[in-house]
C-alpha cells in the first residue's frame, strides 16, 4: 500500500529551525510531484510547497517562501523540508502526500507535530 511517515517535529522558539523528513512506501520517486501541507490549529490544511520527483523545479505558498526549502533523495524516497526563521503562525501539524492523492482526502499520514512558540 502507499504509505508516508513524517517525521522530525518539535517545539521550536520563534527564529528557530527544523528539517521534517517524510519517507514513502508504495511508490517510487519518478516522474510525478511531492507536497509539503499543513493544518494549523482551527483553520483547514494547506499546502506549503511542491518537488518534482524527476527533477528539481520547487513552488512555495507565498507565507514560507524565502524561509521554507524542499528537497528530496529519490534512491531513498525521502523528501525534506528544512524550515528556517520559523513564526508562531507555522504551528501545525505537517504531512507529506502526492496532490492528487490529497485532493482525494487519502493517504495521509500521522503527520508531525511543529510548534513554534516562545
Known amino acids: 500500500q502507499v504509505q508516508f511517515v513524517e517525521s522530525g517535529g518539535g517545539l521550536v522558539q520563534p527564529g528557530g529551525s527544523l528539517r521534517l523528513s517524510c519517507a514513502a512506501s508504495g511508490i517510487i520517486f519518478n516522474g510525478y510531484v511531492m507536497g509539503w501541507y499543513r493544518h494549523p490549529p482551527g483553520k483547514a490544511r494547506e499546502l506549503v510547497g511542491l518537488?518534482?520527483?524527476?527533477?528539481?523545479?520547487?513552488y512555495y505558498t507565498d507565507s514560507v517562501k524565502g524561509r521554507f526549502t524542499i528537497s528530496k533523495d529519490n534512491a531513498k524516497n525521502m523528501m525534506y523540508l528544512q524550515m528556517n526563521s520559523l513564526k508562531p503562525e507555522d504551528s501545525a501539524v505537517y504531512y507529506c502526500?502526492?496532490?492528487?492523492?490529497?485532493?482525494?482526502?487519502?493517504?495521509w499520514g500521522q503527520g508531525t507535530q511543529v510548534t513554534v512558540s516562545s
Open positions: 518537488i518534482q520527483t524527476d527533477g528539481d523545479s520547487t
Open positions: 502526500n502526492v496532490p492528487q492523492y490529497a485532493a482525494q482526502n487519502t493517504y
